[in-house]
């Protein structure tokens, strides 16, 4: 079993910022790819930032510049700095991973959400 855990979300003011968290733990052998999705009211879910094994990162172009992704393999957490916040970046916040278990299979993950609201 796998299990994804997040935090960090909530309610700021325009131009203000948020640091979100996703810590995976369970029988992990290692992790592959590892990103974040985000799914607005009334909206499909997109796909917002990637971050593979070795560091190389993606961003949405609508967040390119004010989010950062990163890792920490060593502790199975996956972090997303968001700065200069958006109204238009209200959502729920999910993480994702693939990763390698103890039985060799490949799988992915998801966790279960974390609301981030920008309102003034």
């Known amino acids: 079993q796998v299990q994804l855990v997040e935090s960090g979300g909530g309610s700021v003011q325009p131009g203000g910022s948020l640091r979100l968290s996703c810590v995976a733990s369970g029988s992990i052998l290692s992790i592959y790819r590892m990103g974040w999705h985000r799914q607005a009211p009334g909206k499909q879910r997109e796909l917002v930032a990637t971050?593979?094994?070795?560091?190389?990162?993606n961003y949405v172009d609508s967040v390119e510049g004010r989010f950062t992704i990163s890792r920490d393999n060593a502790k199975n957490t996956m972090y997303l700095q968001m700065n200069s916040l958006k109204p238009e970046d209200t959502a729920v916040y999910y993480c994702n991973i693939q990763a390698k278990l103890y039985d060799f299979s490949v799988r992915s993950y998801w966790g279960q959400g974390t609301q981030v609201t920008v309102s003034s």
């Open positions: 971050i593979a094994s070795g560091g190389s990162t």
